[in-house]
């Protein structure tokens, strides 16, 4: 069984810094994609960030140039380091893993349970 598991959220101040990691579990899979999506209250969840196996990134015009995704492709965690937060920053992150699984022959989408970031101005 595949499992996402988020850590790193937490309530920082304007200007401060986040680092979420998100890490997969499970007997014989291979990441193909991680990223992580967000979501404010009474908003849609969306893209945050986004990097492929081979290390093509994408980001939201929102993040580019404080965000940065990385990964640990022999663990199967992905990171997001965060700075320059912004109070509208403030959603739940979500873990997103495209992930190839050897026993099943096929690849499934995961997400994790998302972590809460809180922003204060």
């Known amino acids: 069984q595949v499992q996402l598991v988020e850590s790193g959220g937490g309530l920082v101040q304007s200007g401060g810094s986040l680092r979420l990691s998100c890490a997969a579990s499970?007997?014989?899979?291979?990441?193909?994609?991680m990223g992580w999506y967000r979501q404010a209250p009474g908003n849609e969840r969306e893209l945050v960030a986004v990097?492929?196996?081979?290390?093509?990134?994408n980001y939201a015009d929102s993040v580019k140039g404080r965000f940065t995704i990385s990964r640990d492709s022999a663990n199967n965690t992905v990171y997001l380091q965060m700075n320059s937060l912004k109070p509208e920053d403030t959603a739940v992150y979500y873990c997103?893993?495209?992930?190839?699984?050897?026993?099943?022959?096929?690849?499934?989408?995961?997400w994790g349970q998302g972590t809460q970031v809180t922003v204060s101005s």
């Open positions: 990097i492929r196996s081979d290390r093509i990134t």
């Open positions: 997103q893993a495209v992930i190839w699984v050897l026993a099943r022959q096929a690849t499934f989408l995961y």
């Open positions: 499970g007997s014989d899979i291979s990441t193909i994609a």
